[in-house]
């Protein structure tokens, strides 16, 4: 009986997950640009999907000093190629360059660190 279950559990994983078209483990698939916002607030970063899915229910999170300081929906869903632009008038903080930035998504366990070259 016990052979059987690990059977059925290799095989729910070669039937539902192999055949996904994102990896589980990663973070939303995404790449970023950053200017400095208009009205003199910080920095506006955007956001573009770069696979071949919807991203959906698309989160920002904004860590400051260790502590979060905002998290916040940024878009329902993120078509493929489609991108977003994020600053303090979309989410009501200050995006610094030094602020820890992390992405999650429906979907995917874990987020997505966005990394600035300083």
């Not at 095989?11 to 990663?26: H, P, T």
């Not at 999907?49 to 929906?73: F, H, P, Q």
């Not at 989410?91 to 999650?104: A, N, P, S």
Request: glycine content about 12%; some cysteine; aromatic content about 10%.
């Amino acid at each position: 009986m016990k052979k059987a279950f690990q059977i059925a559990g290799v095989l729910f994983y070669v039937i539902f997950l192999a055949g996904c078209d994102r990896d589980l483990n990663a973070g939303p698939p995404v790449s970023f640009t950053y200017t400095g916002s208009w009205v003199g607030a910080g920095i506006v970063l955007s956001i573009q999907n770069i696979s071949s899915v919807y991203i959906d229910n698309l989160t920002i999170t904004i860590e400051r000093d260790g502590r979060v300081i905002k998290t916040a929906g940024i878009a329902d869903k993120l078509g493929p190629g489609e991108s977003i632009s994020v600053g303090w008038m979309e989410i009501g903080v200050t995006i610094q360059k030094t602020d820890d930035i992390i992405l999650h998504a429906k979907g995917y366990i874990t987020g997505t660190k966005l990394v600035f070259l300083r």
